[in-house]
């Protein structure tokens, strides 16, 4: 079997660039390795190690694989007297972290990410470090607070002054201006929602955004932002290794929805069922001030619908949770309507939630609408919850016996908004160090984030290859049903599909 091997050995375990032959034996997707994008194709293939009794290593680049005779220094944090009564601050060099940690007791170790945190040697001296960060995609919160610990990060733990902020997104890169960003600037920007930097869809042109790294003097860029932006990261990292640059690229993954694969949980997402909680309140108590009352809640989830679960679960005042991950249709028996008279005959009132991304093929049908994108590419959707409010209404008018009132509230744009709770804070400020400190240890081409509790460096491939999406036929669904005792509208070929896609997601 061939394979390319590197030139590191530690405690008589061999690193190697695998091929795809390699790949298929460990259960890697070949193609993981490439992403496209602008034109440009990535070739890189993964970073493994293997151990003894199954053991993989999915490792994140280190400068030093294409710079070579790469200087490293003490890590002045041994120096920090914030720091001087931690026993063991620094990270071991083979501490890793294990990707699934249910096992069996003839199971192979199986496959593992580097673990995140401060390293004894640094490729980066304080006084030379030029870094940047830049927003990108949506809102979500938590931004700012990650800014904010970036910034101070760098400043208070590696003696770091200059910072910049990236202004509007990937485009801001070339088209607009740069800020400094020092810890006074972003002293208390944590407070507010949103991001200082601004932000936009779209705009990526890797050869001016490295060219302008380049011509910046950059040498650390911190990119924030969702799948679509860490395929841009991948990208500018593979544009930066084929020049020869010594410049780190760390990405910190942000979706509201929480559809990042492999992290255990994406920041602004614990914010985000906070603030869900409090439109299903008021939609309960719309609800039930009036006979026949109907309380519609529409919350984000454009293809995951874990907002929407979780906010169902917290509450317990929710009758029927609508995800896009699970089918369901309206009319004839075992249909929404007929659950929702039956709801309204036993309890005299009802709390609906759905996902912005839900019942979309049905919507679609009925408007004979086209699919169209936004600059990021995403697929532009129906406003689900007013198309479903006008044919819950439309239903019910027809049947004079059951007059029924129904408040809608869309929370879409409100949730996105708000700051940080202090769960995402905390969370904000691990993920912000994290990609610091690996930055300093000289690693790149890697987001940032919990895998079982443990932060790790993750390669950019395994974040963009998919979406993490609600398992239907999983434990937290059923606890979901069980909980608003609403049908699960699924024939037997939507569970033998949910089956399927379980398997997949499981590979």
């Known amino acids: 079997m061939e394979s390319t091997m590197s030139n590191s050995v530690s ?190 869809r779209g705009g990526h042109d890797t050869k001016k955004i490295v060219d302008n790294i380049e011509d910046r003097g950059i040498n650390q860029v911190y990119i924030i932002g969702g799948d679509g932006t860490q395929k841009g990261a991948a990208v500018i990292f593979e544009e930066i290794r084929r020049r020869g640059l010594k410049v780190a690229v760390a990405g910190i993954p942000k979706t509201i929805d929480n559809d990042i694969p492999v992290i255990d949980k994406s920041f602004g997402f614990d914010t985000a069922v906070e603030e869900a909680q409090r439109a299903i309140n008021a939609a309960h108590v719309e609800a039930t001030s009036i006979e026949n009352g109907i309380g519609l809640v529409k919350l984000m989830g454009r293809n995951s619908g874990f907002i929407a679960m979780y906010a169902t679960l917290a509450s317990r005042d929710v009758d029927c949770c609508l995800i896009p991950e699970s089918p369901f249709y309206l009319e004839g028996p075992g249909g929404l309507f007929e659950y929702i008279e039956k709801r309204l005959k036993e309890n005299g009132h009802m709390v609906i939630v759905i996902a912005e991304g839900a019942g979309q093929e049905l ?66 400020t691990l993920l912000a160090q994290s990609a610091v400190h690996g930055a300093m240890a000289g690693y790149t081409g890697f987001t940032v984030g919990p895998v079982n509790g443990r932060h790790a460096y993750i390669p950019f491939h395994r974040i963009i290859e998919k979406q993490h999406k609600v398992v239907i036929t999983d434990r937290m669904w059923a606890r979901l049903l069980s909980s608003t005792n609403q049908p699960s509208f699924l024939s037997t070929k939507d569970v033998i599909e949910a089956g399927k896609t379980e398997n997949l997601l499981n590979c």
């Open 11 to 200: 405690n008589g375990v061999v690193a190697e660039i695998i091929t795809s032959d390699v790949k298929k034996k460990v259960g890697l997707n070949p193609r993981n390795g490439f992403v496209s994008m602008g034109g440009l194709l990535n070739n890189l293939k993964p970073k493994i190690v293997s151990g003894d009794f199954g053991y993989i290593l999915e490792d994140v680049p280190h400068m030093s694989d294409y710079i070579h005779h790469l200087p490293s220094s003490t890590n002045p944090l041994q120096y920090n007297p914030a720091y001087s009564v931690v026993k063991q601050y620094f990270v071991d060099h083979d501490d890793s972290v294990a990707e699934k940690i249910v096992v069996h007791k003839n199971s192979s170790r199986g496959m593992h990410f580097r673990r995140a945190g401060p390293r004894q040697r640094v490729y980066f001296k304080s006084d030379e470090v030029r870094a940047c960060i830049v927003t990108c995609g949506g809102l979500c919160p938590g931004l700012n607070t990650v800014i904010r610990e970036i910034v101070c990060g760098l400043h208070h733990m590696y003696d770091v002054k200059a910072v910049l902020g990236i202004v509007g997104g990937y485009r801001g890169f070339y088209s607009k201006n740069t800020i400094s960003l020092t810890p006074k600037v972003v002293n208390d920007i944590h407070k507010r929602g949103g991001t200082i930097l601004g932000t936009s």
């Open 363 to 428: 919507l679609s049908e009925s408007l004979h609408s086209t699919d169209q994108q936004d600059a990021s590419g995403n697929k532009l959707l129906q406003d689900v919850g007013l198309w479903i409010s006008q044919r819950i209404k439309d239903h019910f008018s027809k049947r004079s016996k059951m007059a029924i009132n129904l408040k809608y509230i869309d929370l879409m744009y409100m949730i996105r908004a708000v700051p940080g709770n202090a769960s995402d804070n905390v969370y904000c």
